[in-house]
């Protein structure tokens, strides 16, 4: 028997794999657990039945820049989070607008982030979002100096539950986030 034939079982094994799995499973993936050639269009068509079946439940399927995956519906992580009270990293206001500088307007040398905030980018900052692998070098600006040209990765997207960078909030929205003040990791570009 093909496991393509039987409908139910074709979408129990795809749902086992994404329940299991501790990272989004890409449509390349999700072949791979078939002996015979699946269709990529068999597989989101499933995809789309699984996602609607768990409709309503506390875990939803869904779909992030590197894949699918079930989580949590976000009204629902404040009772999660209280099985591990230990607290999420907390990441400095210049981190923070760093990453959204990289994001918005990628892709921008440090040369380019550091005229938008007004002040120098320390080496830990941009360390930082290079060791969470939410930012990479994608090249060099064509300049003396060949800049390193920084932008986000899917890893930032997944971790944010974003599919696309179209995912992200207005550039507006964000303005009433931050928090005026100056940290001691920066420093004014004019010192």
């Known amino acids: 028997m093909s496991m393509t034939g039987d409908p139910t079982h074709f979408k129990t094994v795809l749902e086992t794999a994404l329940l299991t799995a501790s ?8 072949k791979k657990l078939f002996a015979e050639e699946v269709a990529a269009a068999a597989i989101n068509d499933a995809l789309d ?25 976000t009204e629902l992580t404040p009772y999660l989070a209280r099985l591990n009270p230990e607290k999420p990293p907390r990441y400095s206001r210049a981190v923070m607008e760093t990453l959204a500088i990289i994001a918005y307007k990628q892709p921008v040398t440090r040369g380019d982030i550091e005229s938008i905030r007004g002040v120098t980018v320390s080496t830990g900052v941009v360390q930082t979002l290079l060791e969470r692998a939410w930012i990479e070098v994608i090249g060099h600006k064509e300049v003396p100096g060949r800049p390193g040209l920084y932008a986000t990765t899917r890893k930032f997207l997944d971790d944010l539950g974003l599919n696309s960078l179209g995912d992200l909030p207005p550039l507006a929205e964000l303005g009433a986030l931050v928090v005026p003040g100056i940290e001691p990791d920066d420093s004014p570009l004019d010192s």
């Open 23 to 30: 990272e989004p499973l890409s449509v390349g993936q999700l």
């Open 49 to 73: 039945e699984i996602q609607r079946a768990w409709l309503g439940r506390g875990v939803e399927l869904v779909r992030l820049s590197s894949g699918w995956r079930f989580r949590a519906r």
